[in-house]
């Protein structure tokens, strides 16, 4: 059993940074991937890390604005959220699996989520 929780959200203006984090519990190794949902929106794939940290894919929204990055020895997956949007607001949500995959089905675990509000 792995728990998972996120921490870092708040409110920021356009233009700021956030960085998230999200403290695994347990020894498994896992592919960790961050997921959001916007108010009244289905959920989506925002970033994914292998095991290893060497690999990293990103959804198309974030792509060179947010990165995923992970300290093994810590049990902690980090983003970095650069350059902030208003579209960015969501509520952010840490998940643990065995692939780094952009399917939510594909994560077995998930934490409860973390607010991140980015006013205009």
């Known amino acids: 059993q792995v728990q998972l929780v996120e921490s870092g959200g708040g409110l920021v203006q356009a233009g700021g940074s956030l960085r998230l984090s999200c403290v695994a519990s347990?020894?498994?190794?896992?592919?960790m991937g961050w997921f959001r949902q916007p108010p009244g929106k289905e959920r989506e794939f925002v970033a994914t890390?292998?095991?290893?940290?060497?690999?990293?894919l990103y959804g198309d929204p974030v792509k060179d604005r947010f990165t995923i990055s992970r300290d093994n020895a810590k049990e902690t997956v980090y983003l970095q959220m650069n350059s902030l949007k208003p579209e960015d607001t969501a509520v952010y949500f840490c998940?643990?699996?065995?692939?780094?995959?952009?399917?939510?089905?594909?994560?077995?675990?998930w934490g409860l989520g973390t607010q991140v509000t980015v006013s205009s």
């Open positions: 890390i292998s095991t290893s940290g060497v690999y990293t």
């Open positions: 347990g020894r498994a190794r896992y592919s």
């Open positions: 998940a643990a699996g065995l692939s780094a995959s952009r399917r939510a089905t594909e994560y077995s675990y």
